[in-house]
């Protein structure tokens, strides 16, 4: 890989160690670009994970079922997957089970399994089940289950609906302009 003219090996350091100073001068900068589709990232790590993308390494394993892929977090997500699927919840939302093996209180969906850190992020996940949509636009009428959706909704609405009122209130400037002009 190519940076700023330097070389730079496997392990994120300058080929040539007479560069090192300028490396460290230029590492401060923090740009990195992919030799493959120049892509740029802020340093060596984020460089070398989105090279697989390129390359097709998949160096994490799962060791119960040999699944394989190119991030740590997919395989984190794969393995807290399979957890769910050996350690099902009960008849509540709680899986004391899976919260033992992983030390931390976790709330599943019972429907799905998806895990969510809170009460109030599984009653949300829980609405894209019921199809439950309790948030209203007082101008318009639209519904929707999550109330961040509802406050951007809410804005590009007040925003239309001041536009429309601005329209409404020129035509009557201007007719009220023309009916003065015809008076005369």
Same mark, same amino acid.
């Given at each position: 890989?190519?940076?700023?003219?330097?070389?730079?090996?496997?392990?994120g350091?300058?080929?040539?160690?007479?560069m090192?100073?300028?490396? &460290? $001068?230029?590492?401060?900068?923090s740009? $990195?670009?992919?030799?493959?589709?120049?892509k740029?990232?802020?340093?060596t790590?984020?460089?070398?994970?989105?090279?697989?993308?390129?390359?097709?390494?998949?160096?994490?394993k799962? &060791?119960?079922?040999?699944?394989?892929?190119?991030? !740590?977090d997919?395989?984190?997500?794969? !393995?807290?997957?399979?957890?769910?699927?050996?350690y099902?919840?009960? &008849?509540?939302?709680r899986?004391?089970a899976?919260?033992?093996m $992983?030390?931390?209180?976790?709330?599943q969906?019972?429907?799905?399994?998806?895990v !969510?850190?809170c009460?109030?992020n599984?009653?949300?996940?829980?609405?894209?089940?019921t199809?439950?949509?309790?948030?209203k636009?007082?101008?318009?009428?639209?519904?929707?289950?999550?109330?961040?959706a509802?406050?951007?909704?809410?804005?590009?609405?007040?925003m239309?609906?001041q536009?429309e009122?601005q329209?409404? $209130?020129?035509?009557?400037?201007?007719?009220?302009?023309?009916?003065?002009q015809?008076?005369?």
């Amino acid at each position: 890989m190519i940076y700023y003219g330097i070389s730079i090996n496997a392990m994120g350091q300058p080929d040539n160690a007479t560069m090192v100073k300028n490396y &460290d $001068l230029l590492n401060h900068l923090s740009v $990195l670009a992919c030799d493959i589709c120049g892509k740029l990232h802020s340093n060596t790590f984020l460089l070398r994970r989105h090279m697989r993308s390129h390359t097709g390494e998949k160096p994490f394993k799962c &060791d119960g079922c040999g699944f394989r892929c190119a991030r !740590q977090d997919n395989l984190k997500r794969h !393995q807290m997957l399979n957890l769910m699927l050996m350690y099902p919840s009960q &008849d509540d939302s709680r899986n004391p089970a899976m919260e033992e093996m $992983l030390g931390r209180v976790i709330y599943q969906c019972k429907i799905c399994g998806k895990v !969510q850190p809170c009460p109030a992020n599984l009653k949300r996940h829980m609405r894209t089940h019921t199809g439950e949509k309790p948030f209203k636009c007082d101008w318009c009428g639209y519904n929707c289950a999550r109330k961040d959706a509802m406050t951007a909704h809410k804005r590009r609405c007040s925003m239309k609906k001041q536009l429309e009122q601005q329209r409404k $209130l020129n035509i009557i400037q201007s007719d009220a302009i023309l009916l003065f002009q015809v008076l005369l």
